[in-house]
């Protein structure tokens, strides 16, 4: 776990739509001829009462509704085939717990949230503290790891997006939202469309990582991912925000959607053993939003 990096904004923005001038046809002696412009499959795809009005217009407005409603309907159909190609590769949410469960009145003055536009990939980590935990006492000890980075280390919140325990429990973590693209900080130079989930414990080698655990990280992974129709298996293009991280501030990183925190932190986090599974965590998640092979 390591300082945030970067500055506060909201990354990307919607495309803007494609759009051009509407061509003018001129006869020979320069008047303007009442042409209607033909936009091929446009009639096949225009509903009966709109083309009966369109054959009431002048030729040249009848051309210019036509060629609106087939843009429309152009961009509608593209609209519902991105969606549908998302939605293809949905998973279900995961039960999560609320950080109001967990906190309380333990809850400190900060400031408000800050937010991505989507999320590109997931940063694995543990919380390098003790692991032979009663799950039961998690809350307790949660509310412990807020102390520690709130009090000691003087952040806003605790940096983890979310905290899953040995028994596949799944803790929400910084302030924001839990179906939102929080930006987080937990991997310096990182933190922007991406979620940060801690495994509470220390998964260093030789150490056994509960499949309760695993589980409930790819649920959690295939969930946060599949929104935005991201493979588990595949990579992401993130832009450094810090100089400290792997990368120089400002260049293009490709890294794995499902990442241990040491891809673009130098930290032997998340530890040997928890790395070690990471590529069952990345298939589990993909077999999760339904993707073949």
Not at 91 to 104: E, K, M, Y
Not at 127 to 145: E, F, H, K, M, Q
Not at 221 to 237: E, F, I, M, Q, Y
């Amino acid at each position: 776990m390591v300082p945030p990096g970067g500055t506060a904004h909201i990354a990307g923005g919607p495309d803007q739509p494609d759009s051009g001038p509407m061509r003018v046809f001129r006869g020979p002696g320069g008047d303007r001829e009442r042409r209607v412009v033909p936009v091929p499959g446009a009639a096949a795809r225009t509903p009966g009462a709109v083309r009966a009005l369109l054959g009431c217009l002048p030729g040249l407005a009848a051309a210019a509704a036509l060629a609106l409603c087939a843009s429309g309907v152009e961009r509608a159909a593209t609209t519902h085939e991105g969606q549908a190609a998302a939605d293809r590769y949905a998973a279900p949410r995961p039960p999560i717990v609320p950080r109001s469960r967990w906190l309380g009145d333990a809850a400190r003055a900060q400031p408000p949230p800050r937010y991505d536009d989507k999320v590109l990939a997931v940063f694995i980590h543990h919380t390098d503290t003790p692991n032979g935990y009663d799950c039961a006492d998690v809350p307790a000890i949660l509310r412990g790891v807020y102390t520690g980075q709130t009090g000691a280390r003087d952040w806003d919140d605790i940096g983890y997006n979310f905290v899953v325990d040995r028994c596949g429990t799944i803790y929400e973590g910084r302030a924001g939202g839990i179906d939102r693209p929080v930006t987080g900080a937990h991997t310096q130079g990182f933190n922007h469309r991406t979620t940060g989930i801690a495994a509470l414990g220390t998964f260093t080698a030789g150490v056994p990582v509960p499949d309760a655990l695993t589980d409930a990280i790819a649920a959690l992974a295939a969930w946060k991912l599949g929104r935005g129709d991201t493979d588990p298996r595949g990579k992401a293009s993130l832009v450094s925000s810090n100089g400290l991280s792997r990368y120089a501030a400002g260049s293009t990183a490709t890294l794995p959607a499902v990442a241990g925190h040491d891809e673009g932190y130098q930290t032997s986090c998340p530890g040997a053993a928890l790395t070690a599974r990471l590529p069952h965590i990345r298939d589990v998640a993909a077999r999760l939003q339904g993707r073949p092979g």
